[in-house]
């Protein structure tokens, strides 16, 4: 260890000149990490003997340091069984079990804490009391928490394992401590705390705190931090809502590049004619639920006087008929009636007459749909042309908000034979269409969708297949 650390303060120095470290050197530098982070190994593989008074020693000098007593204070059973508790050990009356069952990462675990307690005793009182104020459920035990981590850590810096060829993942900051594992730990464990605190995490949500914890340290080291303060500097820039929305911005970007290839293209032409369909049966279930309109003529609004319209089931009609603000009428107390056959088209916008000729004007949206948010008149404004009439005799209409407005239209080309132009149409349909090709590509996940397809190999030299005989 002399000589490692020794060498370690001459590399140290290497590392700090600015020039740029080659690929070669990379791959040294990885090497010598890697030696360097075996030499814990046999530390990790060993499981403590709980009848072993150096570890019972350890394990009491933590209980003193972060509960402040004396050995006499704590010799007591139910006192004692009591500071173990609080310090998150699952075997409350021999703690040293829990070096021993969970191998490994095995006595490497306690020497984490052991460094973490004496080194930083201050952070290290304040993970633990802070764990012991909360409620049960929500308590985060240091010491299986410590212990999961050690072993996370682990897994993430692969020690045990052999260097790989080619690889030059280093890390400078391990190079710039004698004790650069423990101190990793102790910058990890208050992390761990941390996240803890900001999922608002129980105990059955340990195994994801732990994977997020996982994730936002393998994020940090990638940036290969030159020192350690570098990296807590990294990871508290990595909070769990900053997980969470790079997740969700790397899932989407995931989403568009596979929406790209080729197949998925072709999927996407394949089945929309089937999602086009159940948008026109949605629009024209929504028209025989019927709306209820303010009343107009050609002439302007009718004050204080509704009307209300409702496709039948056969889609041969419409009724309506007059109503009160808060009415739903059934279908059969609507008398009057519009055969679907009599309607010659429709008109929206500034080709309505009855607001043709009138100044723009805004109107909030009622209440029940969107709170204080105006629509302008002309985008929610249509009216229907009977076959025997002219255009200044027309049913006029103004929906409560452009989703009714963009439903009533797109009915209406469903029953005339047109194809929907709405923007809800769009929307539902590229809705439709991401949800479908996502159910239909469950059995591929985590498999690459290739660009283009597999080339279609070359045709045998003859046909003449050799069958059993039967």
């Known amino acids: 260890m ?51 008074p150096n570890v019972q020693k350890q394990i009491d000098s933590l209980t003193k340091i972060c509960f402040d007593v004396d050995n006499e204070t704590a010799q007591s059973g139910n006192r004692k069984s009591t500071l173990y508790r609080k310090l998150g050990f699952q075997d409350q009356s021999n703690p040293g079990n829990d070096f021993s069952l969970n191998t490994p990462p095995g006595l490497l675990a306690l020497d984490n804490i052991c460094y973490f307690s004496n080194k930083y005793q201050e952070s290290c009182v304040k993970v633990v009391l802070e764990n012991c104020t909360r409620a049960d459920e929500h308590d985060c035990p240091f010491i299986k928490a410590s212990i999961m981590l050690t072993k996370t850590l682990c897994e993430i810096l692969r020690i045990g394992e052999p260097p790989q060829e080619e690889e030059t993942a280093y890390y400078p900051m391990l190079f710039s401590h004698d004790k650069p594992f423990e101190e990793f730990f102790c910058i990890c464990i208050q992390l761990l705390n941390k996240t803890w605190r900001e999922m608002r995490a129980s105990m059955e949500d340990f ?68 999602m086009k369909e159940l948008i026109r049966q949605q629009r024209l279930n929504y028209l025989i639920e019927g709306s209820k309109f303010p009343k107009y003529t050609t002439r302007g609004r009718t004050k204080e006087k509704y009307w209300q319209w409702k496709l039948t089931p056969n889609l041969k009609a419409f009724h309506y008929g ?40 805004t109107r909030m949206a009622p209440t029940g749909t969107l709170p204080k948010t105006k629509f302008k008149m002309t985008t929610t404004s249509f009216a229907i042309q009977h076959v025997n009439s002219d255009t200044n005799d027309m049913y006029c209409f103004v929906a409560k908000d452009e989703v009714e407005f963009d439903m009533w239209t797109d009915g209406l080309n469903v ?34 969708i290739p660009n283009e397809p597999p080339p279609i190999p070359p045709e045998p030299e003859n046909y003449d297949f050799a069958f059993p005989e039967l």
């Open 207 to 274: 195994p994801k705190v732990l994977g997020v914890a996982k994730e936002q340290i393998t994020r940090a080291l990638q940036n290969q931090p030159p020192t350690f303060d570098a990296f807590r500097v990294r990871l508290n820039q990595l909070t769990y809502a900053e997980i969470i929305r790079l997740w969700e911005r790397e899932r989407k970007s995931k989403e568009e590049d596979q929406a790209q290839a080729a197949p998925i293209i072709e999927l996407r032409k394949m089945i929309t004619p089937e």
């Open 322 to 361: 007059d109503c009160a603000e808060n009415d739903n009428l059934p279908l059969e107390k609507l008398n009057n009636k519009l055969p679907v056959s009599d309607i010659k088209s429709f008109v929206t916008g500034r080709d309505c007459p009855h607001i043709k000729d009138k100044k723009e004007k």
């Open 2 to 52: 002399d000589t490692l650390r020794f060498d370690r303060h001459q590399l140290w120095n290497v590392l700090n000149t600015s020039r740029t470290i080659g690929s070669e050197m990379g791959h040294q530098l990885y090497c010598l990490q890697t030696l360097m982070l075996n030499m814990y190994e046999t530390r990790m593989n060993t499981p403590a003997d709980p009848d072993d």
């Open 415 to 448: 029953l005339l034979g047109h194809e929907m132009r709405s923007t809800q149409m769009y929307k539902d349909l590229n809705m439709l269409l991401d949800m479908e090709i996502r159910i239909r590509l469950l059995d591929a996940e985590g498999i690459a």
